[in-house]
């Protein structure tokens, strides 16, 4: 037979509600008999609901969306109509509904709004309206006042005026009031926080301004004063900010925090609230009462420890669900658990002794349990580094105590043994961790793009018999003028006995060439693993041993690209680049060991996918100067630059480099 407190609590309450079901109505208690709508000045609205009986006590909550508020009449039959019209101002209608023990009023609203209610005899009022709660306040008060004067002397005002850090980085203006129903407006003015008190209750020692800047926290003065005679509060921050505001009995809490970046998850969860927003305004009711209402409002299941009671008094403003129980929970020194949609609450100490005992019932029960033995087939990962999760490191395993697991090398599996539950929970782990590793192609293209500068200028003599023309008295004469070639050729018209021509030939050439070698490797890598691409030589040297021998060792003179690229989550990639553009130099006279020159870019890029990135500034110069003269003659000062020529070289290499990732899906090979 199932004893958990949960079916037992279910069937408590089933029993009860079809026991009441049986019951004549006067057994309930009383019978809402109607419902009166009056306007009252300041935009409010007096909803008066009469009884036959004495007016049950109300307990009620708001929502925003939809705006609505919620009252609830506990023992309470209705004799009213289902819907009901209001129409003033914000109140538009209420729909009247009977759940189990209780009568539930639903007022629509036109936008949220504050409530109170307030019970005078058969009649139940319930304002609707901004300035409904203090004005309601204002009526209890004056009302105990006339009945009793001791209850006038409880209400002296406030008592003290604190300030803290809380653990999310906001600051919290705590206010301690000598008594919870002293009415309270609050509201934000010129970026500033007012809380007005009625009446002159500031002591004359907390009149004074707290500067809480070194706190760093977004509040950066506390005033305190007395304005046209009532109390007034300013809370002052910097930048922006949000606040809200929560009473628990006599305690009054302002928590201001920085606004939270609008592309930027939660935190911390527990620290951040995301429940819908609820208001809540009681004076000394119960704690379980207003966990029923929680439960009411969230459709959770609630199971309260027999422990859990006691009265708070509550003054929240749209506040989170989850942070209004969480609110009450901390000011009674209670916890709770929510496993699916049932709700347990009891005393923080009970809770934990629970836990600790289940814990122990756990364990004995796994150290009672049969072993099994399973063998597990590692599809892509390797078994070994599998092994080594599942083992953890200094008493970190994920298997029990009789648990083990061995490594079967041949077939990449793993032989575990241990408890039925523990090896479905090891197999869950492993379908996650064993799963094929994301793969890149990278896409090099090497470039050595080169460029040459050729220059020469000077003087050439040359012979030639062509070209022939004749005078009229016989004389060979040379009248061409030729421009054009690889130089530049001026017929002077000298002529030698052998009639072979001597030509001048001035060298004023400017010549700019270039080249390009490409090559163009592509590899794949799987994720975080590196990539090697090498085009070069080995450079043979011999090397003499210890004992005295030789061996013939070898350096590598290569370009040579290694690439390790890391996908991101957004599906981009990092790269950690390395390139290398070694060339043999000259010999060591000494050691005949081959000089090698190393040329190394070595870098890390983040770029998206298929995008490609330029890398370069590898450069090599080489630079020649050739002359050309006629012997002697080219020598002599001045005139010797008739007879010679100069031939300058300018030749620069750069290494650029284009590499291009792009990141292979499933079923995607390269082709």
């Known amino acids: 037979m ?170 919290e203006v705590v206010i301690a009031l000598s008594d919870a129903r002293i009415p309270m407006d609050m509201n934000e003015q010129g970026g500033r926080i007012r809380l007005e008190f009625q009446g002159d209750i500031l002591p004359q020692n907390l009149r ?52 939270e970046p609008k592309d930027r998850s939660r935190r911390k969860a527990g620290l951040s609230y995301k429940g819908d927003k609820l208001s809540l305004n009681f004076q000394d009711i119960e704690v379980r009462a207003v966990l029923q209402l929680i439960a009411d409002f969230t459709d959770l299941n609630l199971v309260a420890s027999d422990t859990v009671g006691g009265n708070v008094t509550l003054r929240l403003q749209n506040v989170p669900w989850d942070q209004a129980l969480d609110i009450v929970l901390k000011a009674k020194g209670l916890d709770k658990r929510l496993e699916g949609n049932v709700l347990t609450v009891a005393p923080a100490a009970e809770i934990a002794a629970r836990e600790r ?49 061995q490594v079967v090398s041949r077939t990449n599996s793993l032989l575990i043994k241990d408890t039925q539950a523990k090896l479905d929970e090891l197999r869950d782990l492993i379908d996650q961790l064993d799963i094929p590793v994301r793969q890149v192609m990278i896409e090099a293209r090497i470039v050595t793009l080169n460029s040459t500068l050729n220059k020469e200028l000077g003087i050439n003599w040359t012979g030639n018999s062509e070209d022939k023309s004749r005078s009229g008295d016989g004389r060979e004469l040379f009248t061409d003028f030729t421009l054009g070639g690889s130089g530049s050729a001026i017929n002077l018209g000298f002529s030698t006995g052998t009639g072979t021509l001597l030509k001048l030939e001035l060298s004023a050439l400017l010549s700019d060439g270039g080249g390009e070698v490409i090559s163009q490797p592509k590899v794949i890598t799987a994720d975080k693993k590196t990539a090697i691409i090498k085009s070069g030589t080995e450079i043979p040297y011999q090397e003499k041993t210890s004992s005295g021998a030789t061996s013939v060792s070898f350096k590598d003179a290569v370009l040579g690209l290694e690439v390790t690229p890391q996908i991101t989550p957004d599906g981009r990639v990092i790269m950690d680049i390395k390139i290398n553009n070694d060339e043999k130099g000259e010999v060591d006279t000494q050691s005949k ?53 100069t031939s300058n070289t300018d030749k620069k290499d750069e290494l650029m480099v284009f590499i291009t990732p792009k990141i292979i899906t499933e079923g995607v090979s390269l082709r």
Not at 225 to 230: C, H, L, P, Y
Not at 369 to 389: F, G, M, R
Not at 593 to 603: A, D, G, L, S
């Open 2 to 171: 199932n004893n958990s407190p949960l079916l037992q609590a279910r069937a408590v309450r089933g029993l009860l509600y079809t026991l009441l079901a049986m019951l004549p109505i006067s057994v309930w208690g009383v019978t809402l008999k109607n419902m009166d709508a009056a306007a009252l000045p300041g935009e409010m609205v007096e909803l008066r609901l009469t009884f036959d009986g004495e007016a049950p006590v109300a307990h009620g909550y708001s929502i925003e969306k939809p705006p609505r508020i919620s009252i609830d009449l506990p023992f309470t039959r209705s004799e009213l109509p289902k819907y009901n019209e209001i129409g003033f101002n914000n109140a538009k209608s209420m729909t009247v509904l009977e759940a189990g023990d209780r009568t539930r009023l639903v007022i629509n609203l036109q936008q949220p709004t504050r409530f109170s209610s307030q019970s005078d005899g058969r009649t139940l009022s319930i304002y609707l309206g901004e300035d409904n709660s203090t004005t309601a306040v204002q009526r209890e008060t004056a009302r105990e006042s006339q009945s009793s004067s001791q209850a006038a002397e409880v209400i002296k005002g406030i008592t003290d005026i604190d300030f803290q850090r809380g653990d999310d980085g906001e600051g």
């Open 208 to 259: 004074n301004r707290l500067d809480v800047a070194d706190f760093a926290t977004p509040v950066k003065f506390i005033d305190a004063a007395i304005e046209d005679g009532n109390s007034v509060i300013i809370i002052e921050p910097r930048g922006e900010f949000e606040y809200l505001a929560y009473q628990t009995d006599n305690l009054l809490t302002v928590s201001v925090k920085a606004p």
């Open 357 to 405: 005992e289940q814990l122990e019932n756990e364990k004995q029960i796994r150290e009672l349990a049969p072993v099994y033995t399973d063998l597990v087939q590692i599809n892509y990962a390797d078994a070994e580094e599998v092994a080594k999760v599942l083992q953890g490191a200094e008493g970190a395993s994920l298997l029990t105590e009789r648990g083990s697991v």
């Open 593 to 645: 060991i081959p000089i090698i020159t190393k040329n190394e870019i070595k870098t890390q890029v983040l770029v998206d996918d298929g995008q490609t990135i330029v890398l370069g500034g590898v450069f090599k110069t080489t630079a020649n100067n050739n002359v050309s003269k006629v012997p002697v003659l080219g020598d002599i000062p001045f005139v010797g630059a008739l007879f010679r020529s």
